[in-house]
């Protein structure tokens, strides 16, 4: 079983860990580094990938915001969701795709959050996670030579109307939420990271190797 590295990357702005994962792809991809997650909150910005871009989708002024590489539509970043970007080689037994990848994420998450009384699945309308027919987490990977960057989101605690006031590929106003806003209000992030590293080994087929602090500033800013 593969072992990853995890990066506590504490509270640090979008722009900031973008680069930096653009930085650990590049070492990834020429085997310097071994699978490493960053684990992350954002402050408040909404990211626009090129669906949302080439479809028009607006996003109201009151709401910072930042143009990425991935896939997909708009995404909301903030207080009270936990951020996981796996900088993977994606070459195991049943990754031989995108959508095999993008289900072992997805399952990952479903997994995490069964122990803790939540029970939660895939939706029809959109990829990510859903509650009681809302959704409360994003997936979205940007890959190059199957090395992945960005990744998922779960929305445990967040400010009140900041995600349901957003609409954007194909969902309506109020279809993504989180899950203290569905009742399940008792999560922190401290325990969905442990979760997360606790449930890979049966979701991603990878078992933890070593914890590591973000490095500020990151080397590409020296």
Avoid at 117 to 123: C, F, K, P
Avoid at 192 to 220: H, T, V, Y
Wanted: glycine share 10%; aromatic share 6%.
């Amino acid at each position: 079983m593969r072992k990853f590295d995890v990066i506590r990357a504490g509270i640090i702005s979008h722009e900031i860990v973008a680069e930096e994962m653009k930085r650990l792809q590049n070492l990834r991809i020429n085997n310097k580094i071994p699978d490493t997650l960053i684990l992350v909150e954002h402050p408040e910005v909404v990211t626009i990938g090129p669906r949302a871009r080439n479809d028009g989708v607006l996003v109201p002024e009151v709401y910072a915001t930042s143009s990425i590489d991935r896939g997909g539509g708009i995404t909301w970043h903030g207080p009270g969701q936990l951020v996981a970007y796996p900088i993977f080689l994606w070459n195991l037994e049943g990754e031989s795709n995108v959508a095999n990848i993008i289900n072992l994420l997805e399952d990952w998450i479903i997994n995490s959050l069964r122990p803790l009384g939540i029970e939660t699945q895939r939706d029809g309308r959109m990829q990510g996670v859903w509650h009681s027919g809302q959704k409360i987490s994003s997936v979205g990977l940007q890959f190059l030579k199957w090395v992945s960057r960005h990744g998922f989101t779960i929305n445990y605690n967040t400010p009140p109307g900041r995600v349901e006031d957003l609409a954007g590929c194909g969902l309506e106003k109020g279809t993504t939420t989180s899950l203290s806003a569905l009742g399940k209000g008792n999560l922190t992030r401290d325990v969905l990271e442990a979760m997360l590293l606790c449930m890979a080994p049966i979701s991603i087929n990878r078992i933890l190797g070593e914890q590591k602090r973000f490095q500020d500033p990151p080397p590409w800013l020296i």
